[in-house]
């Protein structure tokens, strides 16, 4: 989704913006532009197209100098992709230059408003009734101008503006969208996320809504919107660097896959005391009231992070006997939910920025819920709007398609069902020191499962140019189908589809014909046999048949199917952290194989800010 960043101070500014714009290739976008003070005029250059379209663009021309400037990567929304789409969106008399994430809601309204007043306008967006706002309503005084911009438009915005007639300013608002200000020694930033400027500064103040930043080479000044300052607090973000660079690995999504045993180390270790699970760090803590009192969980989520929501509701209504309700947040909203005080709400999100998730955990709120969030992201809005957060400790992910982030919100699931479960006697202690041996031996067997990198590489090269994947499994395996087809489909572009293996026979059996690949998940005892019957079902009409399951199932699994990949066991709520393992490395080396953008999948973003 849209990136934003904005420099001010004594370095030029363009280098910077572009560099910072790399860094936030990652979100997904169409077109790049940037625009700088340089002197007395606001000098904008956009592309269409990849980043190197529009540092090729700025090298064929006079160079780009000035210590003030905002980019921006369009992920777009109103109006194609295109130039003139593209940001930093001028006013008409060329004084205001804006870029925006979001999407002011109330743009038509407005636009025909200013187009009766004879204000043009050159582009489709929603945007430029923020640019053209400008340009009428300053007097001057850019804190009052902006003030009544905002106070005009509704929707979600985080807009970063420069003005001609203000050299020694960079100004940023937002609403119900991420912006942070990056304080630096005699430079400032703003960005969307911290990836951008990092590697320039860790010192990063974050914008609540409505808050206007006015940001001189040597100050932040943060005002509300009764122009009262306030003052903020600077947090110090504690980030490798390295962490968000590519390590000699050839795609993110690769290394990613790769840091997932020290990932889920991260995630599990710290909250392991005694040989108990202990969210005290966290500050996190249930009453034995607390949990009598809940009547239903409902897990918020979107993506992958909804899979892990499917995955939790099979753990929970099995451990818990509670019943659990996963809604797809976009969803929720809009579907009269039956949530009160007596109900947990789970949003999970890697980003932690998720319109969908944030505005459906709002409304889960306003109805009395105790929010309890897993994110990756610290201090995000989905973070701090929960009443209480469990980190997952994955470290930046840059990836388009999640993989460790998917990982370690499985363990935060497991570490919670299994403390709700001792907390509320429903396994006694032996059952939970077995449950925390096996927490604490997760890594290594992740580990182990990520040496079969070279099988599956080669496995992929049989199903490359195929077209269409179905993906069965039954219970967990199933909610585990849904992410491998996920992650095939959105990097690899082969249409896939999950099918609970009983289902198929309802009705998509239809669609198997010879030579279709199915991926057979059986990797739960209990229901192998039943999986046996299933692979039998469709490989009797042609479907080639790649099963995963577990060593003991080996020889069973191979006399029925075409190919086998073969995991270790751990128990059975923990087989999904092994089962996406393979679905994983299946996925990237069918995208690899086929040439595909695998960390910046077309039409893709990683932080979807609006609804
Ligand atoms: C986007 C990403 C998905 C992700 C989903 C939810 O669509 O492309 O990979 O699962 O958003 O994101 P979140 O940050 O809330 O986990």
Redesign the pocket.
């Known amino acids: 989704m849209c990136g934003i960043i904005g420099y001010i101070g004594y370095d030029n500014a363009t280098p910077l913006l572009i560099e910072g714009l790399k860094k936030l290739e990652y979100r997904?976008y169409d077109s790049a532009g940037v625009a700088v003070h340089t002197e007395h005029s606001l000098e904008v250059v956009k592309a269409k197209g990849k980043l190197c379209a529009l540092s090729e663009k700025l090298q064929q021309m006079p160079q780009l100098v000035g210590n003030l400037g905002i980019a921006h990567t369009r992920w777009a929304t109103h109006g194609e992709p295109s130039e003139q789409n593209s940001h930093p969106i001028l006013s008409a008399s060329g004084k205001f230059a804006v870029v925006h994430n979001g999407i002011i809601e109330n743009y038509i309204a407005i636009k025909d408003e200013l187009l009766k007043k004879g204000v043009k306008f050159s582009s489709d967006t929603d945007t430029e009734v923020v640019a053209q706002l400008l340009d009428i309503y300053y007097d001057g005084d850019v804190l009052s101008t902006v003030i009544k911009v905002i106070s005009k438009i509704e929707g979600s915005y985080a807009l970063g503006i420069i003005c001609a007639q203000r050299p020694d300013e960079l100004i940023a608002v937002k609403k119900a969208s991420p912006l942070i200000v990056g304080v630096g020694k005699g430079e400032n930033f703003i960005a969307s996320d911290a990836t951008a400027i990092v590697s320039r500064t860790k010192d990063i103040i974050r914008l609540e809504d409505e808050e206007i930043a006015i940001i001189r080479a040597g100050s932040v000044k943060i005002y509300d919107k009764a122009k009262n300052e306030i003052s903020k607090e600077i947090v110090h973000i504690d980030w490798d660097v390295a962490a968000a660079e590519k390590a000699g690995y050839e795609h993110f999504m690769l290394k990613e896959i790769m840091e997932q045993p020290t990932a889920i180390m991260n995630t599990i270790k710290p909250r392991i005391k005694d040989g108990k699970i202990d969210f005290e760090q966290d500050g996190v803590s249930f009453s034995m009231a607390d949990l009598k009192n809940i009547n239903k969980i409902c897990i918020l989520?979107?993506?992958?992070?909804?899979h892990v929501g499917c995955v939790a509701k099979y753990i929970f209504e099995k451990i818990l006997r509670k019943p659990v309700e996963v809604a797809v947040a976009s969803e929720f909203r809009y579907m009269n939910p039956i949530v009160d005080g007596n109900t947990l709400v789970v949003a999970?999100?890697?980003?932690?920025?998720?319109a969908d998730?944030l505005a459906a955990m709002k409304e889960a709120k306003a109805l009395g819920a105790r929010v309890l969030s897993i994110v990756?992201v610290v201090g995000s809005s989905?973070a701090t709007c929960s009443d209480n957060v469990l980190y997952t400790w994955a470290g930046p992910e840059i990836a388009?398609?999640?993989t460790k982030?998917?990982s370690t919100q499985l363990c935060v699931v497991y570490m919670l069902a299994i403390y709700m479960a001792k907390k509320l006697s429903r396994i006694n202690s032996a059952q939970h020191a077995a449950f925390v041996e096996d927490l604490l031996n997760l890594p290594s067997k992740v580990e182990k499962v990520l040496t079969a990198q070279e099988l599956i590489k080669s496995l992929a090269k049989n199903f490359y140019d195929c077209k269409n994947v179905f993906f069965i499994g039954r219970n967990t395996d199933y909610s585990v189908s849904l992410e491998g087809s996920l992650k095939l489909k959105?990097i690899s572009y082969i249409h896939s589809e999950a099918y609970p293996a009983g289902e198929l026979k309802h009705g998509t059996i239809s669609l198997i014909e010879e030579g279709t690949l199915v991926v057979a998940l059986a990797t739960n005892d209990a229901l192998f046999e039943k999986m046996i019957s299933n692979i039998k079902e469709v490989k009797a009409r042609g479907a080639t048949v790649l099963t995963l399951t577990t060593e003991m199932h080996r020889a069973e699994a191979e006399s029925v199917s075409d190919y086998c990949i073969c995991i270790p066991k751990t128990s059975d709520m923990m087989m999904p952290s092994l089962a996406v393992l393979p679905l994983q490395l299946f996925a990237y080396y069918i995208a690899y194989l086929k040439g595909c953008d695998i960390d910046k999948p077309r039409n893709?973003?990683?932080?979807?800010t609006v609804e």
């Open positions: 997904g989520a979107c993506g992958s992070a909804y999970i999100s890697q980003s932690g920025e998720t998730t990756n989905i388009v398609a999640t982030a998917y959105e893709l973003a990683k932080s979807v």
